[in-house]
């Protein structure tokens, strides 16, 4: 099969940021996404940081990287090292065993301050939820005070391998990208991924 030699030309965009850009990383996206439609600015590149591990350096390959699939245990591994090295955006909880007996593992990103106050916007959320118990003053009060919750999941069906893995890459741009945009995120929102393949 020929080569597709607009994967070679494409460019990451520089980003809004002065951040350093993981080159190794980025090289990879541009290498083994199919379709040049499918970069954005967003995702064209990969950040680098100092002190936070991506994918490769705990998996040895980036995620997309062709026949190489990242099975639940590694996953997990990963996300240990990524809560080890960035504890203020970062909280993993161990939730009940799947119908199997294995582990889930909920990822929790957002900033600092949010995740200092989970138990209460958890709570907040929960009084959201049965409006039975509150008026309309008290749910405005709650919503004014109470940051939203977006829950990220991969892998309903078992040959769905994609999206797991990029809920890796995912959560490591959610700790460690430092544009506007990313900063907003993790300022305004509690971000859960929960991801797994079935082996």
């Given at each position: 099969m020929p080569q597709d030699n607009r994967k070679t030309a494409v460019k990451a965009?520089?980003?809004v940021t002065a951040q350093p850009i993981d080159t190794e990383y980025t090289d990879s996206i541009i290498k083994n996404t199919t379709d040049k439609m499918f970069l954005t600015e967003l995702i064209d590149h990969l950040p680098a940081s100092g002190s936070v591990p991506s994918p490769l350096k705990v998996l040895g390959y980036p995620v997309g990287t062709p026949n190489k699939l990242t099975y639940t245990k590694d996953m997990y591994r990963y996300y240990r090292e990524l809560e080890k090295a960035s504890p203020a955006r970062e909280n993993l909880y161990?939730?009940?065993k799947s119908e199997e007996g294995r582990e889930q593992m909920l990822v929790v990103v957002s900033d600092e301050a949010n995740l200092a106050k989970i138990a209460r916007y958890k709570e907040?959320?929960?009084k959201l939820a049965d409006p039975r118990a509150i008026n309309d003053e008290i749910a405005k009060q709650l919503v004014s005070e109470g940051k939203p919750f977006n829950w990220a999941s991969g892998?309903?069906?078992s040959p769905e391998t994609g999206s797991?893995?990029?809920l890796m890459e995912l959560a490591?741009?959610?700790a460690v990208e430092d544009t506007p945009l990313i900063q907003a995120i993790r300022k305004n929102v509690i971000v859960m991924i929960n991801g797994r393949l079935s082996r």
């Open positions: 965009n520089p980003p161990r939730t009940e907040i959320n929960a892998s309903i069906h797991p893995e990029m490591y741009r959610l």
